[in-house]
């Protein structure tokens, strides 16, 4: 079975960093998207980053361009979500997700198959 277990979540100051990782196992596909998805309360969920394992393409949503940034450890088969520069509103529950086998490296939270669960990250003003 594909589980995915999303951790790193925390309480950081406006400006601050957090690393959220997303460690993956029983993968048996050859080529997969792993996103990362926050939600608001009140709001619908968001793609914020994905990166794609044929060719480590990587996409993000316009509002974490250039604060965020996602990689890949193949070997430890995790994911990683480095946030920098954060802002209030990046206030959610994040969670990483897996589209496998992948479809399309997108940022729509419906072609993901596979769910961890959340880690909240609170950035306080």
């Known amino acids: 079975d594909v589980q995915l277990q999303a951790s790193g979540g925390g309480l950081v100051q406006a400006g601050g960093s957090l690393r959220l990782s997303c460690a993956a196992s029983?993968?048996?596909?050859?080529?997969?998207?792993i996103g990362w998805f926050r939600q608001a309360p009140g709001k619908e969920r968001e793609g914020v980053s994905c990166?794609?394992?044929?060719?480590?393409?990587?996409y993000y949503t316009d509002s974490v361009k250039g604060r965020f940034t996602i990689s890949s450890d193949n070997a430890k088969n995790t994911v990683y979500l480095q946030m920098n520069s954060l802002k209030p509103e990046d206030t959610a529950v994040y969670y990483c997700?897996?589209?496998?086998?992948?479809?399309?490296?997108?940022?729509?939270?419906?072609?993901?198959?596979?769910w961890g669960q959340g880690t909240q990250v609170t950035v306080s003003s």
């Open positions: 029983g993968f048996t596909f050859d080529d997969y998207a």
């Open positions: 997700a897996a589209d496998a086998p992948m479809i399309i490296a997108t940022l729509l939270p419906e072609y993901y198959e596979y």
């Open positions: 990166i794609s394992s044929s060719d480590g393409s990587t």
